[in-house]
């Protein structure tokens, strides 16, 4: 019964963990938006950093989103790698491909609003930088940490 009660808490506190992490990357999501926010009202008019050829631009941009979605692919393998538990893992080891597996996806979600702020901060185009941010914070909450699923996967521990 002892080991029960400590797989549930061991359980609980990762979970707990990762959930926290997930909303500290959400909170940083809002500061990206802050800190673009005063820097286009700051330096109004905000032509960018970067000084990128205007027939440049839509090269640049398709790059930005090519690796948005790159970054989403990757994302869903390496989810599906790490959340595939054999039957002979023991429980310490299939928490730990948990939370690996749910912290990878969390930080590869932030890719899009990262990119999004370059290029912001090259171009001055405040737009991408709003689309792509959105975009991250549906990844985030598409990939936030869901207990039942923990409790799925490592179900057979505590049956």
Not at 35 to 57: D, T
Not at 111 to 121: C, D, E, N, S
Request: a positive charge.
């Amino acid at each position: 019964m002892k080991d029960l009660k400590e797989l549930e808490t061991s359980l609980a506190r990762a979970f707990r963990n990762q959930v926290i992490i997930a909303l500290s990357l959400l909170g940083s999501l809002a500061v990206l938006v802050i800190i673009e926010e005063f820097i286009r009202h700051a330096y109004r008019p905000f032509y960018g950093y970067g000084k990128i050829a205007f027939g440049q631009l839509a090269t640049f941009r398709y790059i930005i989103y090519a690796i948005s979605v790159a970054s989403l692919i990757l994302m869903r393998l390496l989810q599906s790698i790490f959340t595939r538990l054999s039957p002979d893992i023991d429980f310490y080891q299939g928490l730990q491909r948990l939370i690996t597996g749910s912290l990878v996806p969390l930080c590869l979600a932030e890719v899009p609003a990262i990119l999004g702020f370059v290029f912001f901060l090259l171009t001055g185009l405040s737009r991408d930088f709003y689309v792509l941010t959105i975009v991250s914070v549906i990844l985030l909450f598409m990939y936030f940490p869901r207990k039942s699923f923990w409790q799925e996967k490592l179900g057979r521990f505590f049956s």
